[in-house]
């Protein structure tokens, strides 16, 4: 089974991470949005490390696009 592909789009405001499928044209590149806008908490882990804040612990605004298996709608 292939991996899909994705691209996730952080934002700070809703507004522009909910624009972003029709600004980035993603629909014609083959994407859809998987899942809902939600804003969350970022961390990183490296090795053995504590999880680490990244952007200074500060929310932001996540949408998630998969491509479409085929480039079907």
């Known amino acids: 089974m292939a991996e899909e592909e994705r691209i996730t ?17 993603m629909y014609e590149k083959g994407y859809a ?14 090795g053995v490390d504590p999880p680490k804040d990244l952007f200074d612990g500060k929310s932001l605004y996540a949408v ?6 085929n480039g079907a709608p």
């Open 9 to 25: 789009i952080l934002a700070e405001e809703f507004t522009a991470a909910a624009l972003e499928f029709h600004r980035g044209r």
């Open 33 to 46: 949005m998987e899942g809902t806008i939600t804003k969350r908490v970022f961390q990183k882990i490296e």
């Open 64 to 69: 998630t696009f998969v491509k479409r298996s």
